[in-house]
């Protein structure tokens, strides 16, 4: 009896959809190829799928057929079907067909895959559709490169580890709106095309042809739509949602992306964390079986004096050690006159050769980390110190040092010195690079980390202004509010701010703040921004207003979705878990994206491109 309910497996569901429907048409399949068991043994069957691969053994002939839950082998007997089993010969690769015939048990079993143990013994074949030869294989360890398979992105999407990420992606945000939805939070839709606005990164544009010469943005986060949804009484707020930035692309960048974007009134920042931890916890735990258990806390002054960074990969340790007061006054130029000098300790490294010292001297500096030069202590096994600066520092002191350090003997510290947030910089890039060699950041170990209490402001040097860290509507720590006023560059910058980031292994997955609901505080923000009070108000007037009519006190935040998608897979870029990427250009090279505009589209837009010298003439 139909409740609504569709039974789980395939076939059970295709009955009870003809017995609903009274369908007497004949089906395609009768089950997946992911399905049959032994206990399905004896039974007649009837399978649809791709040639994944085909054996021709004389006598027998194998395909393997393959959907998108799993592969069942097909067996073609020349002596029992001769002709069926010639036309199966001349199945190519990728050719869809339809496959009739009964299961039975396979003599030599395949452990490794689900339907192992059966076969099917085809007594009817149907070719629903011939292909050409595909241009690379479709497996995981495919021979095709990047930008063919980019090319042809419906085969890549064939291939099974593909097809995984995807479905991983699609219940995790299944799962993301069941949990959320069990919290209260509601899904509303915000709108594409908006406004460009001068803060944040570079916005996509879009002409709008009923009013000629103005643009749409598409939106870089819902951010203002979110807080007019708080504003307008509807207290929890959820989307999955796609937002877009023009930035210069790097691994893990897309120009279009995909947020789970939240907004709660009525919190402090302690709800946010609790509710967004156990959104984290619950998907770590119902997609990979992982308890993550309570997440650490880190401030974000901390996180940079420790780890040089403000989202530290905390699957090891190799944490800062500054040797500045002990390395200073001694003559060494280098160290005398830099604002810091901070050390790694790297274990069981002291048995480095000078090749590879000078190895990773050349890599730090690569202009992509920027370094002058490295130093290093070297405390070998037999308590023996050995340095690249022994020159200037005795014995005595770089065995300080390394008691400074917490070095153990079989170590080695590797010291770089300068300016200081420049040289935290270098430093975190070496200790993620030395933490690599060393095997200490396995994929399948998972540490989150809050980092909290970012600065309110960041300099700009090249425009001359501050920057809002995270957004102009972050608020500042209500006991900062009065450093507001100050015109030292140093308080101002000393500000911090009620905004909070998720980072798992060194991964930003989320961030968010509490939001300013207060127009006179807003309005005083903008100004420290760098906006004029007319500027303002052309650019966010409608939020300004909307904070005149009631606006509780509210924040949120936002998780990368990808991100998510690759960290929780242990793979480095994003790429992997979305359907349609661009590549580094930008460009989706299968539907060959971007493209110029046919004279008459550009006319009714009212856009004139001006024709540059070294293009050739359309
Ligand atoms: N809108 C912010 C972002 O996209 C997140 C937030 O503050 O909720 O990073």
Same mark, same amino acid.
Not at 7 to 14: E, G, H, I, L
Not at 122 to 143: G, H, M, Q, R, S
Not at 594 to 601: A, E, Y
Not at 608 to 617: F, G, L, N, V, Y
């Given at each position: &009896?139909?409740?609504?309910?569709?039974?789980?497996?395939?076939?059970?569901?295709?009955?009870?959809?003809?017995?609903?429907?009274?369908?007497? !048409?004949?089906?395609?399949?009768?089950?997946?190829?992911?399905?049959?068991?032994?206990?399905?043994?004896?039974?007649?069957?009837?399978?649809?799928?791709?040639?994944?691969?085909?054996?021709?053994?004389?006598?027998?002939?194998?395909? $393997?057929?393959?959907?998108?839950?799993?592969?069942?082998?097909?067996?073609?007997?020349?002596?029992?079907?001769?002709?069926?089993?010639?036309?199966?010969?001349?199945?190519?690769?990728?050719?869809?067909? *339809?496959?009739?015939?009964?299961?039975?048990?396979?003599?030599?079993?395949?452990?490794?895959?689900?339907?192992?143990?059966?076969?099917?013994?085809?007594?009817?074949? /149907?070719?629903?559709?011939? !292909?050409?030869?595909?241009?690379?294989?479709?497996?995981?360890?495919? $021979?095709?490169?990047?930008?063919?398979?980019?090319?042809?992105?419906?085969?890549?999407?064939?291939?099974?580890?593909?097809?995984?990420?995807?479905?991983?992606?699609?219940?995790?945000?299944?799962?993301?709106?069941?949990?959320?939805?069990?919290?209260?939070?509601?899904?509303?839709?915000?709108?594409?095309?908006?406004?460009?606005?001068?803060? +944040?990164? %570079?916005?996509?544009?879009?002409?709008?042809?009923?009013?000629?010469?103005?643009?749409?943005?598409?939106?870089?986060?819902?951010?203002?739509?979110?807080?007019?949804? &708080?504003? !307008?009484?509807?207290? %929890?707020?959820?989307?999955?949602?796609?937002?877009?930035?023009?930035?210069?692309?790097?691994? $893990?960048?897309?120009?279009?992306?995909? *947020?789970?974007?939240?907004? &709660?009134?009525?919190?402090?920042?302690?709800?946010?964390?609790?509710?967004?931890?156990?959104?984290?916890?619950?998907?770590?735990?119902?997609?990979?079986?992982?308890?993550? +258990?309570?997440?650490?806390? &880190?401030?974000?002054?901390?996180?940079?004096?420790?780890?040089?960074?403000?989202?530290?990969?905390?699957?090891?340790?190799?944490?800062?050690?500054?040797?500045?007061?002990?390395?200073?006054?001694?003559?060494?130029?280098?160290?005398?006159?830099?604002?810091?000098?901070?050390?790694?300790?790297?274990?069981?490294?002291?048995?480095?050769?000078?090749?590879?010292?000078?190895?990773?001297?050349?890599?730090?500096?690569?202009?992509?980390?920027?370094?002058?030069?490295?130093?290093?202590?070297?405390?070998?096994?037999?308590?023996?110190?050995?340095?690249?600066?022994?020159?200037?520092?005795?014995?005595?002191?770089?065995?300080?040092?390394?008691?400074?350090? *917490?070095?153990?003997?079989?170590?080695?510290?590797?010291?770089?010195?300068?300016?200081?947030?420049?040289?935290?910089?270098?430093?975190?890039?070496?200790?993620?690079?030395?933490?690599?060699?060393?095997?200490?950041?396995?994929?399948?170990?998972?540490?989150?980390?809050? /980092?909290?209490?970012?600065?309110?402001?960041?300099?700009?040097?090249?425009?001359?202004?501050?920057?809002?860290?995270?957004?102009?509507?972050?608020?500042?720590?209500?006991?900062?509010?009065?450093?507001?006023?100050?015109?030292?560059?140093?308080?101002?910058?000393?500000?911090?701010?009620?905004?909070?980031?998720?980072?798992?292994?060194?991964?930003?997955?989320?961030?968010?703040?509490?939001?300013?609901?207060?127009?006179?505080?807003?309005?005083?923000?903008?100004?420290?921004?760098?906006?004029?009070?007319?500027?303002?108000?052309?650019?966010?007037?409608?939020?300004?207003?909307?904070?005149?009519?009631?606006?509780?006190?509210?924040?949120?935040?936002?998780?990368?979705?990808?991100?998510?998608?690759?960290?929780?897979?242990?793979?480095?870029?994003?790429? $992997?878990?979305?359907?349609?990427?661009?590549?580094?250009?930008?460009?989706?090279?299968?539907?060959? !994206?971007?493209? /110029?505009?046919?004279?008459? *589209?550009?006319?009714?837009?009212?856009?004139?491109?001006?024709?540059?010298?070294?293009?050739?003439?359309?």
């Amino acid at each position: &009896m139909y409740n609504g309910v569709l039974p789980p497996t395939f076939a059970a569901r295709q009955r009870t959809l003809a017995a609903i429907t009274r369908l007497t !048409a004949p089906m395609y399949r009768t089950h997946t190829c992911n399905e049959l068991r032994l206990s399905d043994v004896g039974k007649t069957v009837t399978l649809s799928g791709w040639v994944a691969a085909s054996r021709d053994l004389g006598g027998l002939t194998f395909i $393997d057929l393959r959907d998108r839950y799993g592969i069942t082998q097909l067996v073609f007997d020349m002596e029992d079907n001769a002709p069926l089993c010639e036309r199966a010969r001349r199945l190519g690769r990728e050719y869809v067909i *339809q496959a009739s015939g009964i299961v039975r048990e396979r003599a030599n079993k395949n452990p490794n895959r689900d339907t192992g143990d059966i076969e099917v013994q085809v007594a009817e074949l /149907v070719v629903l559709n011939p !292909a050409k030869t595909p241009p690379f294989t479709i497996v995981d360890d495919t $021979d095709g490169g990047d930008d063919l398979r980019m090319k042809y992105r419906y085969l890549d999407l064939r291939r099974p580890c593909l097809q995984k990420n995807l479905l991983f992606r699609s219940r995790l945000s299944l799962e993301t709106r069941q949990y959320l939805a069990a919290q209260g939070f509601v899904e509303i839709e915000t709108p594409f095309l908006i406004k460009s606005t001068p803060e +944040g990164a %570079r916005d996509f544009v879009v002409p709008s042809r009923m009013n000629r010469g103005q643009f749409y943005a598409l939106p870089q986060s819902p951010q203002t739509f979110k807080q007019i949804l &708080m504003v !307008a009484g509807y207290d %929890r707020y959820f989307q999955i949602v796609r937002c877009f930035r023009d930035e210069d692309l790097r691994a $893990d960048r897309q120009p279009e992306f995909t *947020q789970i974007d939240c907004e &709660m009134a009525f919190v402090h920042q302690e709800d946010v964390l609790q509710t967004f931890e156990g959104l984290t916890r619950y998907l770590f735990q119902t997609l990979l079986g992982v308890d993550l +258990g309570p997440f650490p806390r &880190m401030t974000y002054d901390e996180a940079l004096r420790r780890f040089g960074s403000d989202k530290p990969d905390l699957r090891f340790g190799m944490e800062f050690c500054d040797l500045t007061a002990l390395a200073r006054g001694k003559g060494f130029a280098a160290f005398d006159q830099a604002e810091s000098v901070l050390a790694i300790c790297a274990p069981g490294c002291a048995s480095y050769s000078r090749r590879q010292i000078d190895e990773l001297t050349e890599w730090v500096r690569r202009p992509q980390i920027g370094a002058g030069g490295l130093a290093y202590v070297r405390y070998d096994t037999d308590d023996s110190v050995k340095s690249s600066v022994d020159r200037y520092y005795s014995g005595e002191e770089l065995r300080h040092w390394l008691h400074h350090c *917490q070095a153990k003997p079989g170590d080695l510290l590797l010291i770089l010195a300068g300016p200081t947030e420049k040289t935290q910089k270098q430093l975190s890039e070496l200790r993620l690079e030395m933490g690599a060699r060393l095997q200490l950041r396995p994929p399948n170990v998972f540490k989150p980390l809050w /980092v909290l209490d970012f600065p309110l402001l960041e300099w700009d040097e090249e425009e001359g202004r501050f920057f809002a860290m995270h957004h102009p509507f972050t608020s500042p720590k209500a006991a900062d509010i009065p450093k507001m006023s100050s015109q030292d560059h140093q308080v101002l910058k000393s500000i911090r701010a009620d905004a909070y980031d998720l980072v798992i292994n060194g991964v930003e997955i989320g961030g968010g703040s509490i939001r300013i609901h207060d127009r006179e505080l807003q309005s005083r923000n903008f100004r420290l921004l760098g906006f004029t009070a007319e500027e303002a108000e052309a650019q966010f007037g409608f939020l300004l207003g909307a904070f005149e009519y009631g606006a509780p006190p509210h924040g949120g935040i936002a998780f990368g979705f990808d991100r998510l998608c690759a960290v929780m897979n242990g793979a480095a870029s994003i790429r $992997d878990f979305i359907a349609f990427p661009k590549n580094n250009q930008g460009r989706d090279v299968m539907i060959d !994206a971007p493209d /110029v505009l046919r004279p008459k *589209q550009l006319e009714e837009l009212g856009i004139c491109i001006a024709q540059r010298a070294d293009e050739p003439k359309q």
